[in-house]
């Protein structure tokens, strides 16, 4: 059953050093918040998985926390490189970390799996790709019914998924609506959950039978944080911030620059700061 | 017919115009969205625009800087999951038409979005394959766009991120591959596509005022050109009205500075 804690509670009952942690969101709910909560308590060695990590895996990496990234694409969408990324895995700065490198059909695919039980995936995938020959992981099956050779990747197994929601019941269900992404899939994979929500209602009153609800048994800890996706976007709430995303190439692109900019916006502040973001919009 | 118009511009129009009306396009950002949108509000009303993101049937009226921008899913019929749309949408076998780009391309039409270098200890690491690898094999066809370089068009990629015509010939069939790969390779300098047998690029219409020189300077191997190569037909009026009115919306939208 799902607990309503403050972020900070909810981190540090559910994220230790060493953890294999997936902080979902494709492009739209991107748990920043909950990024920031993290690098402020400092964890360590982490495992991090995401399909597409942006700028918040690229803070998570600058600031040390990070030891390892499964990913199928890493970039600053429209806007070019993650720098800090490329910093750790080319110079190792401020630690090397380790790649485990995928495509979108199989980090998709992957996850899907864990959340169905499944210890792996199989697909129609990397057929003349080279990605097979670093990433040991990928293997062939020869389908039983027709001989079709098809790919294979290990379904994710992860300690924790941290994404962001539009909101939650007082008994703890969880409502996401718009581009979903793989959010429903992270959690269900994981043994342990964050939902940081913009706001807690008496009732969720789907506007449609089929939107997207993780049941509150099946979500761990909740934490209201208004405008937690910012930069990023909540359909309904607030728009993406697209000229952050632009201002982070410059403000990332040196060590200085990162750093200072962390000290002043993550370290020195709380997760209050992001309802600002969210009153802006609204 | 207007006289004034940019390379970039010619290249978007370009790819635009080789959409049809009942294509289904997995649209990638930048200039295939460009493209794709150009073609909805020309002469391919009906077509219809998936972004991996999950969103079936966009009609954005501004062009998106992600994949995954609200502007997007706010005009879909639709919105689905991401792995529903792996692997109902592109596995399942129902767009037509796919667009990627890349760092790197060959003679094949096989693309590198990975690394530039050796892949342990590249010289630039970029974003990765993302959704390319399953693309470029379950899309009918492929459509790629990027700009002309030397450094871009390789006598060799430094890694094979996503299949065009592997090695030539039936490299596709025999990697069981049933669909048909590159079939448009499109730049601000020309047009090319794969030669029926052999599957090497071939220049077949070079845009206004471009030379065959130009051409061959700016790529890395001998490219061949067909024989009667022609011009692309250049930008009209309406093309152009309509591709500069929607970068000035997106600008107008993205904060000024798109």
């Known amino acids: 059953m799902a607990a309503f804690l403050s972020l900070a509670e909810a981190i540090e009952a559910n994220v230790r050093d060493g953890d294999a942690v997936a902080m979902e969101g494709f492009t739209h709910l991107i748990p920043f918040a909950a990024g920031h909560e993290v690098i402020r308590q400092r964890r360590k060695r982490l495992s991090l998985i995401r399909m597409t990590p942006d700028l918040i895996y690229d803070q998570l990496i600058g600031m040390g926390c990070a030891e390892r990234l499964t990913f199928s694409w890493g970039g600053n969408p429209g806007v070019g490189s993650l720098h800090r990324f490329r910093d750790a895995y080319q110079n190792g700065w401020p630690n090397r970390i380790e790649i485990v490198e995928h495509s979108h059909a199989a980090m998709a695919n992957a996850y899907d799996a864990a959340a169905a039980g499944l210890p792996f995936a199989v697909f129609r995938g990397y057929r003349g790709a080279e990605l097979p020959r670093v990433n040991p992981s990928i293997k062939e099956v020869t389908c039983p019914y027709t001989g079709e050779k098809l790919a294979t990747v290990p379904a994710v197994k992860l300690d924790v998924a941290i994404i962001h929601a539009q909101k939650a019941d007082r008994k703890g269900n969880v409502l996401l609506e718009g581009i979903v992404g793989v959010q429903k899939e992270a959690v269900l994979a994981a043994k342990r959950s964050v939902v940081t929500v913009e706001e807690i209602v008496d009732e969720l009153n789907p506007p449609s039978p089929n939107s997207v609800v993780l049941p509150g048994w099946t979500v761990g800890a909740i934490a209201v944080v208004p405008g937690g996706a910012h930069p990023s976007y909540t359909h309904g709430y607030y728009k993406r911030d697209n000229a952050f995303y632009k201002a982070w190439d410059e403000i990332a692109h040196e060590r200085d620059s990162f750093s200072a900019w962390m000290d002043e916006n993550v370290l020195r502040k709380g997760p209050e700061v992001f309802a600002a973001h969210a009153k802006k919009a609204a | ?258």
């Not at chain 2, 200039?31 to 150009?38: E, V």
């Not at chain 2, 879909?76 to 991401?82: E, F, R």
């Not at chain 2, 591959?177 to 079939?183: D, E, I, L, Q, S």
Request: hydrophobic share 35%.
């Open chain 2, 1 to 258: 017919m207007s006289a004034n118009f940019t390379p970039n511009e010619m290249m978007t129009v370009a790819a635009a115009r080789a959409l049809r009306n009942d294509d289904v396009c997995f649209v990638g950002i930048g200039a295939p969205s460009a493209a794709c949108n150009l073609a909805r509000q020309t002469h391919a009303p009906d077509i219809v625009l998936i972004y991996e993101s999950g969103t079936l049937e966009t009609r954005p009226n501004v062009l998106p800087l992600s994949i995954g921008d609200g502007e997007l899913c706010e005009t879909a019929l639709t919105t689905v999951s991401v792995p529903e749309m792996f692997r109902y949408w592109l596995q399942g076998g129902r767009i037509t038409t796919g667009f990627l780009g890349g760092a790197q391309i060959d003679r094949f039409a096989n693309l590198n979005t990975t690394v530039v270098g050796p892949y342990e200890k590249p010289s630039v690491r970029l974003p990765g394959g993302g959704g390319a690898p399953e693309i470029a094999t379950s899309c009918g066809q492929i459509f790629i766009t990027m700009a002309h370089t030397k450094r871009a068009f390789v006598e060799k990629i430094d890694f094979f991120t996503s299949l065009g015509h592997g090695q030539g010939g039936d490299s596709r069939k025999k990697l069981g591959v049933t669909t048909k790969g590159p079939t448009k390779v499109i730049t601000e300098l020309c047009v090319m596509e794969p030669d029926e047998t052999s599957k090497e690029l071939t220049v077949v219409s070079l845009h206004p005022g471009v030379t065959k020189e130009q051409v061959t300077a700016a790529t890395g191997w001998q490219i061949k050109f067909a024989p009667g190569v022609g011009e692309t037909p250049p930008p009209t009026d309406t093309e152009l009205k309509v591709l500069r009115d929607l970068h000035a919306r997106t600008k107008a939208a993205h904060g000024g500075n798109a």
